[in-house]
């Protein structure tokens, strides 16, 4: 009976052993299992912010091109007297034309205040731009021809300056952005879309 508990005893000794040795190692194993884990995954921080440098250039570029955008735009609205047979159009036309030379003048004096040029920048590759085939049709077009192609042409100019509008806001830093054209830009996206849907509800109605 002796014999029994002391061997029993012994294997219970044994297997406490094999327990406080075991677990040290598993915790070890572990251990060295989620930090090679931890070492494969790939570390991400938050976004790096632009540099002031990398947002002023950003700025003076836009503003330099959404000048030859608008300046596009000033020349679509000008076609309309006289050709347009809808008070809807002309209204459209006129509204855009007066807001487009305000924000003309606010980024003309954007670029003053920086000493950078004034003058458009390069029209080649800016989304949304007429070409000059469209442009002549334009010209020798009146009535409901003219208001539909009208308003298609200046409808996908319009979408063109939004995402000029969305480029510029991104590369300052999204939501987030304060640089001194982000508020411009903000504007800009709630009214141009106000008035992309307004001549899209024109053109339905034809």
Same mark, same amino acid.
Request: a neutral charge; one cysteine or more; hydrophobic letters at 45%.
């Given at each position: 009976?002796?014999?029994?508990?002391?061997?029993?005893?012994?294997? *219970? $000794?044994? @297997?406490?052993?094999?327990?406080?040795? !075991?677990?040290?190692?598993?915790?070890?194993?572990?251990?060295?299992?989620?930090?090679?884990?931890?070492?494969?995954?790939? &570390?991400?921080?938050?976004?790096?912010?632009?540099?002031?440098?990398?947002?002023?250039?950003?700025?003076?570029?836009?503003?330099?091109?959404?000048?030859?955008?608008?300046?596009?735009?000033?020349?679509?609205?000008?076609?309309? +007297?006289? @050709?347009?047979?809808?008070?809807?159009?002309?209204?459209?036309?006129?509204?855009?034309?007066?807001?487009?030379?305000?924000?003309? %003048?606010?980024?003309? $004096?954007?670029?003053?205040? @920086? %000493?950078?040029?004034?003058?458009? %920048?390069?029209?080649?590759?800016?989304?949304?731009? !007429?070409?000059?085939?469209?442009?002549?049709?334009?010209?020798?077009? @009146?009535? +409901? +021809?003219?208001?539909? *192609?009208?308003?298609?042409?200046?409808? !996908?100019?319009?979408?063109?300056?939004? !995402?000029?509008?969305?480029?510029? *806001?991104?590369?300052?830093?999204?939501?987030?952005?304060?640089?001194?054209?982000?508020?411009?830009?903000?504007?800009?996206? &709630?009214?141009?879309?106000?008035?992309?849907?307004?001549?899209?509800?024109?053109?339905?109605?034809?």
């Amino acid at each position: 009976m002796n014999g029994a508990r002391t061997a029993h005893s012994g294997a *219970l $000794g044994v @297997r406490h052993g094999v327990i406080r040795w !075991a677990v040290p190692v598993v915790t070890t194993v572990l251990a060295v299992l989620l930090i090679g884990g931890c070492a494969d995954a790939p &570390v991400t921080g938050p976004p790096t912010a632009p540099s002031p440098a990398d947002v002023a250039a950003v700025d003076t570029h836009y503003a330099r091109m959404m000048l030859g955008h608008h300046e596009q735009a000033l020349v679509l609205s000008a076609l309309v +007297p006289g @050709r347009s047979s809808s008070p809807d159009v002309a209204d459209l036309a006129f509204r855009i034309d007066r807001a487009q030379v305000e924000e003309v %003048g606010q980024l003309q $004096g954007f670029l003053r205040l @920086r %000493g950078a040029p004034t003058d458009p %920048g390069a029209m080649t590759g800016m989304p949304g731009m !007429a070409d000059a085939a469209t442009l002549d049709r334009l010209h020798g077009l @009146r009535g +409901p +021809p003219f208001d539909r *192609l009208w308003l298609q042409t200046m409808t !996908a100019h319009h979408e063109g300056a939004l !995402a000029m509008a969305r480029s510029q *806001l991104a590369q300052t830093g999204g939501d987030a952005s304060t640089s001194p054209l982000a508020e411009f830009s903000r504007t800009l996206l &709630v009214a141009q879309q106000a008035e992309i849907d307004r001549m899209q509800g024109l053109l339905v109605r034809g």
